[in-house]
């Protein structure tokens, strides 16, 4: 039964992969202006016949599907190619700048969820008193605030506040813990702040909703405490949504963290994304979105078909 | 309260974590293994000193890694490189020179005439591409006399030859037919050789231990942290985390003057900012719409609004050159006078409310700035301009398809008149995207690179720069003051008006 | 009801209607020409004359950020609109028409979802070339398929409800039943959503901007005021901290409608 229920799914998934893999692959071929031009930049010297003569080592001379199909072919096979302008593995330089961005995903999500529960629980049982109101005013504005105005008023803030601070760029975890952890709060609680508040908000109108259920009567006559009304049954209301949250966050930051990563000079894949597109480094650009979009697709099945198990409800 | 110990207990770990951060960097520090930390604005787009023209690829690899057969000094003359010596023939088609002995690449071989060769060569051919190779379009053949005598034979006389060979980089001679290894791993002569490179994050460069002069270089390695935001280096360099920012805004820079325990140094810099015209289209095509345009604007202006103030009005050729660049007292078009400009325009019988189309290069915004001014001022004197302002890749196709009516960009100048001048005013020539065609230009451009003679070159040159000042296709704007900023600490680095680091190579770090 | 919470609402929905108003009179309202420049009096702070400063070329940083305000506004109520009949148009035939449509329709709009925001605006901002339609196109792509999916859901449990049930038994054209049935009950989840992607497409749209991919110098640009001003925050801060502020002010605004239209429309919360 489970296999007539994941399989239609695991479907949809394959179709949804293939179909980004064809735009991400049009997408960067339409942006005018070709690799080799950029390569060769403002002031180079070199002669139309040069270029047309780089263009067809590339395999720039080809049409679209024949290029399309041939690296559709080589990725089934794991080879991505490799990158336009440094010659080495696509994989490679994806690899290199992929630690930070699964660090700072994941520290901005724990640091996100961890706060959200207790402050989405704090403004459900208070609804309408003034800690809810200043809290939801409060979570508007953690929504609102732009990541790149918050990232430069951090760092300028920090500079004066704790002089000496060596808090940008980025160091490994295994080779340097604590310089590590230091380099990744700031940036890990910007991203982390409209997480924060998203989730506590959404928490909040969960426990609302689970609140004015039935079963929550039921167990306030029956003589329930309080606090576990609070957090036993209407949290767990708040699970699914919650989970689809983070999701949807998690996919977000493994792409979308550019101008945090920018602000903070971190190494990371929104960086790299945005840095190959402009070089028009095609076979990186379509390996890291396809990786991205994949990862985000993959997650959120993975979710999906976590709520199929444990929800029999949604079987339908 | 739950919410509130959590976020506490955060607040204090990430606490906790800077006091031990702090002290770790001053361990590293006391250590002498320390390299000098250095920030730049972007990655490099690949470290084959051959291939890479990019500013920030060059300054990271030239005279750092890789050294040429010349070098160029602090006052931007032809200086010894790898040869410690060379010889003209009388005609000028022969030039000899001899190499260092017991110089070594990285990689423990030994430097030989060999590799001159076939460094040449690399740039020659078709294969690799080079945007050099225009460079040595005079050379017709290279010949390993002896392992330490290089001979260049030249098919014409070239002036500015012995400049171009400064920007060549000698790479070992197994590299002649490998394209892809030195976009990775450069293997040079240089003081520094190449250790590692982590994409957007480092380069990291470590002492040469066999460099050819004993003693040198005595900083233990350089690393590039590539940290896109200026505001982030800007904050970096006060705290301690980085010691030299080569490059520095002129707005940066006023804010860094003040901060104790901070060095600023500056220079003019070599390449200027332009409105280019395209001639090969209606309005420009007429020598006195363009001189109009000079009159039009009004460059001290368009130097406070966008530079800071920091920057000098110049002609086509850079100040920093003293021998060669005329006072821009001698360009009557200079002057700011809209008047006369409209009545040019009236003469060239340009209608008012004509709209053209600036292309911007986006990517810097003093040019942004600049062509906003640009705009203003134009339209003062009845030229519409519309801005479009675009991102590299379709700026340089445009660009090199004469697609504009007229652009806002940088243009980098050459340490030889010869370099910027022939390939952007000749007829044809490989940078000439404005269709630009003037038959005494083009005689005096091939009659100056033939020459040997300074003061003759001179009065040459001192011709063109009053004829291209004025009805030229380049409106040159202004020469931008460079600025580095490093700490106090850091001896011996000099700035350079062609923004090359050779200087590290002498500096040192000494509390 | 008479809850605290409606004094959110008011406090909202009063500093949207300001916020829109001085968007929409911006060339009546602003005390200069936004673009008219004075190099001359280039930087300067808060005065008389210019209550907000002036900018790196001596333009009124007050008229800018009112004609900025305008053109971000403009910008997202069109790409939101657009995303919003589009998207939702999607979302309600889905959920009406199931079978194939709805697998096809729904995968299509997943494979637009899969992509991370800012690299998807980017990606058709550098195939459009930057400008100020561009990001306009980019917002509208990228809220289509948010759209299609937050309004397949709602419309999914109407299309199933009894009273739609018994209409389509009647023989009810399919029509009827969706003026008469599915849209009047989406309308709530309609505004609440609509006033919520507002406020993130605002947000959005601030970010291309502040990449230099929205609109284009010299027309005035929140995003892009920040962006410039940054350069020389410490000489001259206003530029950079009042269009921040101009941001974060519109973007709450709506941000704030939005959430406490839901806490006031949505039934289930209200029983609580």
Same mark, same amino acid.
């Given at each position: 039964m489970l296999r007539r229920l994941v399989f239609p799914r695991l479907v949809d998934l394959v179709l949804v992969v293939l179909g980004v893999s064809v735009v991400a692959f049009l997408m960067i071929r339409l942006i005018p202006g070709d690799a080799v031009a950029i390569m060769l930049g403002a002031n180079s010297e070199v002669t139309p016949q040069a270029l047309s003569e780089l263009r067809e080592r590339i395999g720039l001379d080809q049409p679209f599907l024949v290029q399309y199909l041939r690296w559709a072919f080589a990725a089934l096979h794991g080879d991505f190619g490799t990158s336009l302008w440094t010659g080495r593995p696509v994989a490679e330089e994806i690899l290199a700048n992929i630690w930070p961005t699964l660090e700072l995903t994941f520290l901005a999500l724990a640091i996100g969820a961890g706060c959200a529960v207790p402050f989405g629980c704090l403004m459900a049982s208070r609804r309408g008193r003034g800690t809810d109101i200043a809290l939801r005013i409060g979570t508007v504005l953690g929504l609102t605030i732009p990541s790149f105005w918050l990232g430069i008023v951090l760092?300028?803030?920090?500079?004066?506040?704790?002089?000496?601070?060596?808090?940008?760029?980025?160091?490994?975890?295994?080779?340097?813990?604590?310089?590590?952890?230091?380099?990744?709060?700031?940036?890990?609680?910007?991203?982390?702040?409209?997480?924060?508040?998203?989730?506590?908000?959404?928490?909040?109108?969960?426990?609302?909703?689970?609140?004015?259920?039935?079963?929550?009567?039921?167990?306030?006559?029956?003589?329930?405490?309080?606090?576990?009304?609070?957090?036993?049954?209407?949290?767990?209301?708040?699970?699914?949504?919650?989970?689809?949250?983070?999701?949807?966050?998690?996919?977000?930051?493994?792409?979308?963290?550019?101008?945090?990563?920018?602000?903070?000079?971190?190494?990371?894949?929104?960086?790299?994304?945005?840095?190959?597109?402009?070089e028009r480094n095609y076979p990186l650009v379509q390996a890291s979105i396809l990786m991205v979009t994949v990862g985000f697709v993959v997650l959120n099945f993975a979710i999906d078909v976590i709520y199929v198990v444990i929800d029999p409800r949604l079987r339908r | 309260?739950?919410?509130?110990?959590?976020?506490?207990?955060?607040?204090?770990?990430?606490?906790?974590?800077?006091?031990?951060?702090?002290?770790?960097?001053?361990?590293?520090?006391?250590?002498?293994?320390?390299?000098?930390?250095?920030?730049?604005?972007?990655?490099?787009?690949?470290?084959?000193?051959?291939?890479?023209?990019?500013?920030?690829?060059?300054?990271?690899?030239?005279?750092?890694?890789?050294?040429?057969?010349?070098?160029?000094?602090?006052?931007?003359?032809?200086?010894?490189?790898?040869?410690?010596?060379?010889?003209?023939?009388?005609?000028?088609?022969?030039?000899?020179?001899?190499?260092?002995?017991?110089?070594?690449?990285?990689?423990?071989?030994?430097?030989?005439?060999?590799?001159?060769?076939?460094?040449?060569?690399?740039? *020659?051919?078709?294969?690799?591409?080079?945007?050099?190779?225009?460079?040595?379009?005079?050379?017709?053949?290279?010949?390993?006399?002896?392992?330490?005598?290089?001979?260049?034979?030249?098919?014409?006389?070239?002036?500015?030859?012995?400049?171009?060979?400064?920007?060549?980089?000698?790479?070992?001679?197994?590299?002649?037919?490998?394209?892809?290894?030195?976009?990775?791993?450069?293997?040079?002569?240089?003081?520094?050789?190449?250790?590692?490179?982590?994409?957007?994050?480092?380069?990291?460069?470590?002492?040469?231990?066999?460099?050819?002069?004993?003693?040198?270089?005595?900083?233990?390695?350089?690393?590039?942290?590539?940290?896109?935001?200026?505001?982030?280096?800007?904050?970096?360099?006060?705290?301690?985390?980085?010691?030299l920012l080569p490059q520095v805004d002129a707005a940066t820079a006023l804010e860094l003057k003040e901060k104790p325990g901070i060095k600023l140094s500056q220079t003019l810099e070599?390449?200027?900012?332009?409105?280019?015209?395209?001639?090969?289209?209606?309005?420009?095509?007429?020598?006195?719409?363009?001189?109009?345009?000079?009159?039009?604007?009004?460059?001290?202006?368009?130097?406070?609004?966008?530079?800071?103030?920091?920057?000098?009005?110049?002609?086509?050729?850079?100040?920093?050159?003293?021998?060669?660049?005329?006072?821009?007292?001698?360009?009557?078009?200079?002057?700011?006078?809209?008047?006369?400009?409209?009545?040019?325009?009236?003469?060239?019988?340009?209608?008012?409310?004509?709209?053209?189309?600036?292309?911007?290069?986006?990517?810097?915004?003093?040019?942004?700035?600049?062509?906003?001014?640009? *705009?203003?001022e134009l339209g003062e004197v009845g030229i519409g301009v519309e801005l479009a302002n675009e991102e590299t890749g379709q700026f340089v196709q445009d660009w090199r398809n004469g697609n504009f009516d007229l652009f806002a960009s940088a243009n980098a100048g050459g340490v030889d008149p010869d370099e910027f001048l022939y390939r952007t005013f000749h007829t044809g020539g490989s940078t000439n995207v404005f269709r630009y065609s003037d038959a005494t230009v083009d005689h005096d451009l091939e009659e100056a690179r033939r020459l040997s003679d300074r003061t003759e070159r001179k009065a040459i040159y001192d011709r063109l720069q009053m004829q291209l000042a004025c009805s030229g296709p380049i409106v040159a704007i202004a020469y931008g003051t460079l600025f580095s900023a490093a700490r106090a600490e850091l001896k011996g680095y000099e700035i350079m008006a062609n923004r090359s680091l050779v200087s590290l190579r002498d500096a040192s770090l000494s509390p | 009801m008479k809850l605290p919470h409606d004094r959110v609402l008011t406090f909202a929905t009063v500093l949207v209607a300001a916020e829109v108003a001085l968007a929409l009179f911006a060339p009546w309202v602003a005390p200069y020409d936004p673009l008219s420049q004075s190099i001359v009096a280039r930087l300067k702070g808060p005065n008389a004359m210019h209550l907000l400063g002036t900018d790196q070329l001596g333009r009124d940083v007050l008229a800018r950020i009112l004609f900025g305000m305008r053109s971000t506004l403009l910008d997202c109520v069109l790409?939101?609109?657009?995303?919003?009949?589009?998207?939702?148009?999607?979302?309600?035939?889905?959920?009406?028409?199931?079978?194939?449509?709805?697998?096809?329709?729904?995968?299509?709009?997943?494979?637009?979802?899969?992509?991370?925001?800012?690299?998807?605006?980017?990606?058709?901002?550098?195939?459009?070339?930057?400008?100020?339609?561009?990001?306009?196109?980019?917002?509208?792509?990228?809220?289509?398929?948010?759209?299609?999916?937050?309004?397949?859901?709602?419309?999914?449990?109407?299309?199933?409800?009894?009273?739609?049930?018994?209409?389509?038994?009647?023989?009810?054209?399919?029509?009827?039943?969706?003026?008469?049935?599915?849209?009047?009950?989406?309308?709530?989840?309609?505004?609440?959503?609509?006033?919520?992607?507002?406020?993130?497409?605002?947000?959005?749209?601030?970010?291309?901007?502040?990449?230099?991919?929205?609109?284009?110098?010299?027309?005035?640009?929140?995003?892009?005021?920040?962006?410039?001003?940054?350069?020389?925050?410490?000489?001259?801060?206003?530029?950079?901290?009042?269009?921040?502020?101009?941001?974060l002010l519109i973007a709450f605004g709506f941000n704030l409608v939005g959430d406490a239209l839901r806490d006031r429309l949505d039934p289930r919360l209200a029983k609580a």
């Amino acid at each position: 039964m489970l296999r007539r229920l994941v399989f239609p799914r695991l479907v949809d998934l394959v179709l949804v992969v293939l179909g980004v893999s064809v735009v991400a692959f049009l997408m960067i071929r339409l942006i005018p202006g070709d690799a080799v031009a950029i390569m060769l930049g403002a002031n180079s010297e070199v002669t139309p016949q040069a270029l047309s003569e780089l263009r067809e080592r590339i395999g720039l001379d080809q049409p679209f599907l024949v290029q399309y199909l041939r690296w559709a072919f080589a990725a089934l096979h794991g080879d991505f190619g490799t990158s336009l302008w440094t010659g080495r593995p696509v994989a490679e330089e994806i690899l290199a700048n992929i630690w930070p961005t699964l660090e700072l995903t994941f520290l901005a999500l724990a640091i996100g969820a961890g706060c959200a529960v207790p402050f989405g629980c704090l403004m459900a049982s208070r609804r309408g008193r003034g800690t809810d109101i200043a809290l939801r005013i409060g979570t508007v504005l953690g929504l609102t605030i732009p990541s790149f105005w918050l990232g430069i008023v951090l760092i300028l803030a920090a500079s004066r506040l704790l002089p000496g601070f060596a808090s940008l760029g980025y160091v490994p975890f295994a080779e340097n813990p604590l310089g590590n952890l230091a380099r990744m709060a700031m940036p890990a609680f910007a991203l982390a702040l409209p997480i924060l508040a998203g989730l506590s908000r959404l928490i909040r109108s969960a426990m609302l909703d689970a609140l004015g259920q039935d079963y929550i009567r039921t167990a306030r006559a029956k003589g329930a405490p309080e606090r576990v009304i609070l957090y036993k049954h209407a949290l767990r209301n708040a699970l699914i949504p919650f989970v689809t949250y983070l999701g949807i966050s998690a996919g977000y930051l493994l792409g979308g963290a550019i101008v945090v990563e920018e602000v903070f000079a971190i190494p990371g894949l929104g960086r790299l994304i945005l840095g190959a597109i402009s070089e028009r480094n095609y076979p990186l650009v379509q390996a890291s979105i396809l990786m991205v979009t994949v990862g985000f697709v993959v997650l959120n099945f993975a979710i999906d078909v976590i709520y199929v198990v444990i929800d029999p409800r949604l079987r339908r | 309260m739950p919410v509130d110990l959590r976020c506490a207990a955060f607040i204090a770990l990430a606490t906790l974590v800077s006091a031990h951060g702090m002290s770790e960097k001053a361990i590293a520090q006391e250590a002498t293994g320390a390299p000098l930390q250095l920030a730049i604005d972007s990655s490099p787009a690949g470290l084959d000193p051959h291939i890479v023209t990019a500013f920030n690829s060059v300054a990271i690899v030239s005279g750092t890694i890789y050294e040429g057969l010349t070098a160029i000094d602090k006052d931007l003359q032809v200086v010894p490189g790898l040869a410690e010596s060379w010889s003209i023939s009388p005609d000028g088609l022969i030039y000899t020179f001899k190499l260092r002995p017991g110089v070594t690449f990285h990689d423990g071989t030994p430097l030989a005439a060999d590799d001159v060769v076939s460094s040449l060569r690399r740039v *020659q051919s078709k294969e690799v591409a080079s945007p050099l190779a225009s460079r040595l379009v005079a050379l017709s053949e290279a010949l390993a006399v002896d392992p330490l005598d290089v001979e260049l034979k030249l098919k014409e006389p070239s002036a500015p030859l012995l400049a171009a060979l400064a920007g060549i980089a000698i790479v070992p001679r197994s590299m002649e037919a490998n394209k892809e290894a030195l976009q990775k791993t450069p293997i040079g002569t240089g003081p520094f050789k190449f250790e590692a490179w982590q994409p957007n994050g480092f380069i990291l460069l470590s002492r040469n231990l066999h460099y050819r002069e004993a003693g040198k270089p005595k900083l233990a390695g350089l690393k590039f942290n590539i940290v896109p935001e200026a505001a982030t280096r800007a904050v970096g360099l006060e705290s301690g985390q980085y010691e030299l920012l080569p490059q520095v805004d002129a707005a940066t820079a006023l804010e860094l003057k003040e901060k104790p325990g901070i060095k600023l140094s500056q220079t003019l810099e070599l390449s200027d900012t332009v409105i280019g015209l395209n001639v090969a289209r209606p309005p420009f095509a007429d020598a006195r719409v363009r001189e109009a345009v000079n009159y039009a604007l009004d460059r001290q202006a368009i130097i406070d609004a966008a530079l800071f103030g920091a920057g000098v009005p110049a002609g086509p050729l850079s100040p920093v050159l003293k021998s060669w660049a005329r006072p821009v007292a001698d360009f009557p078009c200079y002057r700011h006078d809209p008047q006369k400009a409209r009545a040019l325009l009236e003469e060239a019988g340009i209608a008012k409310g004509t709209k053209l189309v600036l292309r911007v290069l986006a990517s810097r915004q003093d040019i942004k700035d600049i062509a906003q001014v640009v *705009q203003a001022e134009l339209g003062e004197v009845g030229i519409g301009v519309e801005l479009a302002n675009e991102e590299t890749g379709q700026f340089v196709q445009d660009w090199r398809n004469g697609n504009f009516d007229l652009f806002a960009s940088a243009n980098a100048g050459g340490v030889d008149p010869d370099e910027f001048l022939y390939r952007t005013f000749h007829t044809g020539g490989s940078t000439n995207v404005f269709r630009y065609s003037d038959a005494t230009v083009d005689h005096d451009l091939e009659e100056a690179r033939r020459l040997s003679d300074r003061t003759e070159r001179k009065a040459i040159y001192d011709r063109l720069q009053m004829q291209l000042a004025c009805s030229g296709p380049i409106v040159a704007i202004a020469y931008g003051t460079l600025f580095s900023a490093a700490r106090a600490e850091l001896k011996g680095y000099e700035i350079m008006a062609n923004r090359s680091l050779v200087s590290l190579r002498d500096a040192s770090l000494s509390p | 009801m008479k809850l605290p919470h409606d004094r959110v609402l008011t406090f909202a929905t009063v500093l949207v209607a300001a916020e829109v108003a001085l968007a929409l009179f911006a060339p009546w309202v602003a005390p200069y020409d936004p673009l008219s420049q004075s190099i001359v009096a280039r930087l300067k702070g808060p005065n008389a004359m210019h209550l907000l400063g002036t900018d790196q070329l001596g333009r009124d940083v007050l008229a800018r950020i009112l004609f900025g305000m305008r053109s971000t506004l403009l910008d997202c109520v069109l790409a939101v609109g657009f995303a919003l009949s589009i998207g939702g148009a999607i979302g309600v035939a889905a959920a009406f028409l199931r079978g194939w449509f709805e697998r096809l329709a729904m995968r299509v709009m997943d494979v637009i979802f899969a992509f991370p925001v800012m690299l998807l605006a980017i990606g058709i901002i550098a195939v459009l070339g930057p400008r100020a339609t561009s990001s306009t196109i980019a917002i509208a792509i990228i809220y289509t398929p948010i759209f299609a999916r937050l309004l397949r859901g709602p419309a999914l449990v109407i299309c199933e409800a009894e009273y739609v049930a018994a209409a389509r038994a009647i023989g009810a054209s399919p029509w009827a039943i969706l003026i008469r049935h599915v849209l009047p009950n989406l309308a709530s989840v309609i505004l609440v959503q609509t006033s919520l992607a507002l406020s993130s497409a605002i947000l959005v749209e601030a970010s291309l901007s502040f990449l230099g991919l929205g609109a284009q110098p010299p027309m005035p640009s929140l995003g892009l005021m920040l962006a410039e001003g940054r350069n020389f925050l410490a000489l001259a801060p206003w530029s950079a901290v009042f269009a921040g502020f101009a941001i974060l002010l519109i973007a709450f605004g709506f941000n704030l409608v939005g959430d406490a239209l839901r806490d006031r429309l949505d039934p289930r919360l209200a029983k609580a």
